[in-house]
């Protein structure tokens, strides 16, 4: 909607007063008549349909009735206070609840006036009741907006006791829709439209708030949605098209020596064939002139590791240095020890770059890496700094991207006078639908295939009744040499009293596994640097057995010997976070196991998760599966790029829709990639508007 007209801020809409306004933008981003428009419905209904009080039962989902308000009574003081009344018709009785907003709404019933109450039945103490309803004046429902399916907007407390529950926000979405009658433009080009048969942006916009009945609804509902997902994608396309011409990379046209005498004498497998597909698609992107911005997915344990070292060697073949970016200091240091060891036989010179580094070694490195000394950095977040300047980065790998920022990121463009070569490692699996949707403007190589001689990892879920069993297990594990994780969920808000589940455990472990038989490390995120590292040094020694931990070995700690992955309380940790963890095992020739420790009681979705692990390994199922159960805006990474803002569309539900959208997205910007063809005017132009009001975070993602 380009017209200035939707620019409008929203207090020009009748209704609409300066405290209004105020909330509409604090609590709903709506600024202008653009915002107020594209704030959707979250579902619909029947308004024709009145229900009597002895036909509620709990299983329906929406229910509206007629009838009386009495005894109202306020429960409780200022904490926990809930406000109840009597609602009645002819047959019957139930209960009106409210725990927010009773200051305004006490006074606001009167005996003898017919009320509409609207909203979902519960029960409480056996009885019914309903919650927050929404209750208006039978009166005023006459001058209502006439249509018999009506939108439900989702409204917050505040905004309720300003009269913007639901109903008042129709009320103002009605007033805009007079208004702007006549004003709303199409977006889509006729050709696409009538392919489709997608009904007009006016229309859509219109029957989305006022449906004139459901077929139309569902018409409008799917024009929008494929309209989001269109010009997303467009957006996504279109960046990656501008950076491929804009920015011009190092052409890295050589493999010379330290990339052959690696392969030939130093690799201590035959690659799998996933793994050399993938450094085939790295080197083609290398080679092309332009800058890589690859991201390389691959469960944990496939193998990317050595991908990225095969990446870094061909860099250095072409006299370019390369840095190697983890997200935590034990990450950092383990990969500066597998690069060390598999690069013993070379003279390449490798540092280590982390908070802890001391300051004259730090000294020495930024020297090092000016003079082009220093060919391999790794290290953490420090490698962002301004003072890390490089003689000739060519490449950068970032491991574990998603606990990477955006805007992190973007500094490491800004190393060399030509962006550097970007390869960006994951192991968390991205179902296809978000990656398209987040991921779209990069490119994207899979490693699908682990390395060969894994055994399945042999999953249990367990109950708090077999710890003795467990203990046994772990008892005959430690005396064939295994050795053995115990990790421990610690968030942030219950942080406190995780830490000390955490050093109970610690503490009970200890009892049953004492000295001088059994030595346990112990590592959670609240140490220090040095102290972790030492716990862990440990541990990757053999000179401890047990490994207490909280999920700071999440990611890509590897050591193969460990064999047991324990998980305490399973049943909080996500499942993602649930197979970062049980990819800690399976890592050598010896069979692992992953013992999940749980409640009794369990939530459904707890339940889900639990069986979800025990009945598969493979990560992008279990990426749907957590794709389901949480939805899109949880998953790492995806936050902050804001990309999953999404109004209308579900790239679950409307997976169908999404890759229409991202066919002739693509078709589009194939055939014309500058916009010249007239027909694609209008689109063009409907993206001019819409990244007029984006950051550029397309650009470095
Ligand atoms: P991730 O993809 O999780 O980073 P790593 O790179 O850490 O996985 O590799 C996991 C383990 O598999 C390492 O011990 C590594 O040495 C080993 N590995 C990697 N590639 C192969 C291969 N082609 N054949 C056998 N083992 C391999
Ligand atoms: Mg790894």
Redesign the pocket.
């Known amino acids: 909607m380009s017209n200035k007209f939707f620019e409008t801020p929203i207090t020009y809409l009748p209704g609409v007063g300066p405290k209004r306004a105020e909330l509409l933008n604090k609590e709903l981003g709506v600024f202008c008549f653009a915002d107020l428009l594209t704030y959707f419905p979250y579902r619909y209904i029947d308004k024709s349909k009145f229900y009597k009080i002895n036909e509620i039962n709990i299983n329906l989902p929406y229910v509206q009735i007629i009838g009386n308000i009495s005894n109202i009574q306020i429960i409780g003081k200022t904490h926990g206070q809930r406000m109840t009344a009597d609602f009645f018709d002819e047959t019957g009785t139930i209960e009106l609840v409210w725990f927010k907003g009773i200051r305004w709404l006490k006074d606001k019933f009167k005996a003898n006036e017919k009320y509409v109450v609207f909203g979902k039945p519960n029960v409480f103490n056996r009885k019914i009741n309903i919650p927050h309803p929404d209750v208006s004046l039978l009166s005023d429902e006459n001058e209502g907006l006439g249509e018999s399916l009506s939108g439900l907007y989702n409204s917050t407390e505040k905004l309720k006791s300003r009269g913007l529950d639901s109903k008042g926000i129709a009320k103002l979405m009605k007033a805009l829709m007079l208004k702007a009658k006549d004003k709303i433009s199409e977006t889509l080009s006729e050709d696409i439209i009538s392919k489709y048969k997608f009904i007009s942006r006016d229309e859509a916009i219109t029957n989305i708030h006022f449906p004139k009945n459901p077929e139309i609804l569902n018409k409008a509902s799917v024009r929008l949605k494929f309209e989001e997902f269109f010009f997303l994608q467009l957006s996504l396309l279109k960046q990656k098209l501008i950076r491929i011409q804009k920015f011009n990379g190092f052409k890295f046209n050589k493999v010379g020596d330290y990339l052959n005498s690696f392969y030939k004498n130093e690799l ?5 064939n996933a ?1 050399k597909k993938v450094i085939r698609e790295i080197r083609s992107d290398l080679g092309s002139g332009k800058q890589m911005n690859r991201l390389l997915q ?11 070292l095969m990446t870094m060697l061909i860099s250095l073949d072409n006299n370019f240095q390369t840095c190697v970016m983890a997200p935590t200091e034990i990450l950092a240091n383990q990969h500066f020890e ?1 690069f060390n060891k598999l690069l013993k036989n070379s003279e390449i010179n490798i540092e280590l770059l982390t908070g802890s580094t001391k300051t004259a070694k730090r000294k020495t490195i930024h020297e090092k890496l000016l003079n082009g000394e220093l060919q391999i950095l790794i290290g953490t977040h420090a490698l962002i700094e301004d003072v890390v300047k490089f003689k000739n980065l060519g490449l950068v790998v970032i ?1 574990e991207q998603h606990r990477f920022g955006v805007a992190q990121r973007a500094k490491l463009w800004k190393k060399n006078i030509i962006p550097p070569h970007i390869l960006v ?1 994951t ?1 968390t699996p991205i179902p296809r639908t978000l990656a398209m949707t987040v991921y779209g403007d990069l490119d994207f190589s899979i ?1 699908d295939e682990m ?3 894994r055994k399945a990892i042999k999953t249990y879920l367990f109950f708090d009744s077999k710890r003795l069993k467990l203990f046994g297990f772990i008892r005959r594990k430690i005396k064939e040499g295994r050795q053995i994780y115990i990790v421990y969920p610690l968030i942030e808000e219950s942080e406190k009293l995780d830490l000390k589940h955490l050093m109970d455990g610690y503490e009970s472990i200890s009892r049953d596994f004492p000295l001088p038989d059994y030595a346990i490390s112990i590592v959670h995120g609240k140490m220090k640097s040095k102290d972790k590292d030492f716990e862990m040094q440990r541990f990757i020694k053999g000179e401890t057995q047990i490994m207490v931990a909280t999920t700071v070995i999440e990611v ?1 700690v ?1 050591i ?1 010997n460990a064999t047991v992955m324990v998980i305490e309380n399973a049943e909080r940790f996500g499942l993602s976070q649930l197979h970062q963890l049980r ?1 800690r095992v399976g ?2 020739a010896d069979q692992s196991f992953c013992i999940l420790m749980a409640a009794y009681k369990l939530t459904a979705e707890g339940k889900k998760r639990l069986e979800t692990m025990v009945q598969t390994s493979d990560g992008f199922e279990i990426a749907e599966m957590d794709l389901k159960l949480r939805g899109p805006g949880d998953l790492s990474g995806t936050q902050q790029s804001g990309i999953l803002d999404l109004k209308i569309a579900d790239i679950i539900k409307d997976a169908e829709i999404l890759k229409l959208a991202r066919s002739l997205a693509t078709q589009m910007i194939n055939d014309d990639p500058f916009f010249k063809n007239d027909k694609n005017e209008v689109i063009f132009k409907q993206l001019k508007n819409l990244s007029k009001n984006k950051a550029n975070w397309g650009l470095i993602s």
């Open positions: 201590p497998f035959e690659l799998t793994q691959g469960d944990v344990g496939s193998g990317k590791t050595l991908v990225a597998t491991d490692m192991a490693i390395p060969p001689g890509g590897d193969p990819g890592r050598g």
